[in-house]
């Protein structure tokens, strides 16, 4: 009983940080969680340890946890492992990807593009988003699909996107995007396919820690 009291405190805490409910910095009190949900402190206990394990709880002795503030070397970090996991669900995804999921896709791009001459920021990282789970839908690793949503949860909660601080770099990463469905769709090999996908990550990674180096710098001269 104990333990499945723990892996339900842990699938609350873990959903309310992943939707915001609980934000970065958020005091996660293990008294007032007990009384809000009937479960006593110790798999509360459990649950802050294994959240801290994975990353996303800060513990801290004679102050307690709060749910992790993630800096700009966080995002960084964050990033370059997500080029090579989406890289590889990626190229495990194209062989299973149907015609109609490729379509989907497109479509998505040209909303993406209409979203950028709206100056809509918002629902571009949306369609960007859905573009990048459908390429990776159809991996038959659940593990490897389970790690890729966890990073991708992790950026939301960085929340900082590339498009937003690095001019030019979204219309560059459709153009990418569509570059990746040509692959896909001719049947090229899983290197290659897993290649262009990392890359179009490490693409936004140079793009936006570059703009921040001359932002950093223009500020230093002025």
């Given amino acids: 009983m104990a333990s499945s009291r723990a892996v339900q405190a ?3 805490l873990r959903s309310r940080i992943m939707d915001g409910t609980y934000g970065a910095g958020y005091r996660l009190v293990i008294d ?9 402190s110790v798999p509360w206990r459990e649950a802050l340890r294994r959240l801290e394990a994975e990353g996303w709880v800060d513990i801290v002795q004679n102050a307690g946890a709060t749910v992790k503030t993630f800096d700009t070397n966080s995002w960084q970090r964050t990033m370059r492992l997500l080029a090579r996991l989406e890289g590889l669900a990626t190229a495990l995804s194209a062989p299973n990807l149907t015609p109609e999921d490729i ?5 998505m791009n040209v909303r993406m593009r209409e979203a950028l001459r709206n100056l809509d920021t918002m629902q571009f990282g949306v369609l960007n988003r859905q573009f990048h789970e459908l390429v990776c839908s159809k ?3 659940p593990r490897l699909n389970e790690l890729v949503m966890a990073e991708w ?7 900082r996107s590339a498009y937003w601080y690095a001019p030019g770099r979204a219309m560059e990463s459709v153009d990418e995007h569509d570059g990746i469905l040509d692959l896909i ?10 290649a262009a996908a990392r890359d179009h990550d490490v693409k936004t990674l140079e793009a936006i820690t570059k703009y921040d180096e001359d932002l950093s710098d223009q500020r230093a001269q002025g």
Avoid: K
């Avoid at 769709?185 to 897993?194: K, L, Q, R, V, Y």
């Fill in 10 to 12: 842990y699938d609350i």
């Fill in 32 to 40: 007032q969680l007990a009384r809000e949900h009937d479960i006593s």
């Fill in 103 to 107: 379509a989907a896709a497109r479509q």
């Fill in 139 to 141: 991996c038959d690793d």
């Fill in 153 to 159: 949860v992790r950026m939301d909660l960085i929340r």
């Fill in 185 to 194: 769709e001719a049947g090229s090999d899983a290197d290659t396919i897993e």
